[in-house]
Each structure stands twice: as C-alpha cells, then as structure tokens.
C-alpha cells in the first residue's frame, strides 16, 4: 500500500463521520416519549435538504408571543407526498402535535399538523409522511381555492368539502 492509498481512505472515512454527523438523530435532539400541542400563525416555511422547518408565533396576543421552530421528515418525501414551496405560507393559521426538543422546548418534530382553514392535515405515520384534506373547521383568513394536487392519486381539480 502507498501513502496515496492511505491518505484517501483517511479522507473519505473524515468526510463519511462528518455527514452522518450532520444529519442527527432524531432521538438524540427531540424527546420521543413525550408529545406536546401548539396552535400558532405561520412566519417563515423554509423548504430545505434535507428537512423543512417552519416557524409559527405562538402566543395570547400579537405583542405576546414566542416563535417555535418545526421540523418535518426529508424534503424528498415531502416531495413525493405533494408538498412545496408554497405549501405552507405566512399567516396560515396552525395546530401541532409532535415531540419537544430535548435541549430546546421551543423545537418540535411534526407528528401531526392541521391547517383549519382549509382542512390540510399533515400526518407522519411511522417513517412515512402523509398529506390530505379534510373538511375546513372555518374560515380564518382568506385561502385560495382547495384543490387536490397536495393529494397522490386523486383526481385533479377543486375539492368538493362538505359540512
């Protein structure tokens, strides 16, 4: 064996630790035994590899409120499932489940997500995320129209929601 054989084993074993590093365990960064609820309005939605995270204020009142920060599973199911950049907007009013930071109780894995307004439910179901709509629970702000390219298989076109 010469030194330039070594030299990348070396290299590539550096590099491997520090991309497994990178992508945490979700159980070494969020406490899986316990699941907590929040209700709070959509700041920011960043759509990044390799997990989106959403922010949402919540609070009593507008001058009242703390920011958490939400992460879901891979971007790439996610975009498998139908969600995009313009899933998830500013002012979209929220409800989550999902299990606290270890380290920072302000951080939340996504179980469950709804958006009332329009009947969106996110579900992650074991390793696999699952998007639909449900019947919308009110009108709290002005949404476009529902439609049912968010959901696989289903024919394209308006929903019909029924009350």
């Not at 009593?60 to 879901?72: A, G, H, I, N, Q």
């Amino acid at each position: 064996m010469d030194f330039r054989h070594i030299a990348r084993c070396a290299a590539v074993v550096v590099i491997s630790s520090g991309l497994a590093f990178a992508h945490h365990s979700l159980a070494g960064v969020y406490d899986q035994s316990r699941e907590i609820t929040r209700e709070g309005v959509i700041t920011r939605f960043e759509f990044v590899n390799p997990h989106p995270f959403i922010t949402i204020a919540v609070g009593t009142s507008p001058k009242e409120t703390r920011p958490f920060t939400l992460e879901l599973d891979n971007l790439s199911e996610l975009t498998e499932i139908g969600v995009t950049t313009a899933t998830f907007k500013p002012g979209d009013r929220v409800i989550v489940s999902g299990n606290p930071g270890r380290e920072d109780q302000e951080r939340i894995y996504v179980l469950r997500l709804d958006r009332p307004a329009d009947g969106l439910h996110y579900e992650q179901v074991g390793y696999t995320p699952r998007i639909e709509k449900r019947p919308a629970q009110g009108t709290y702000q002005s949404a476009p129209a529902a439609t049912s390219s968010a959901l696989p298989g289903a024919p394209s076109g308006p929903l019909e929601i029924r009350r």
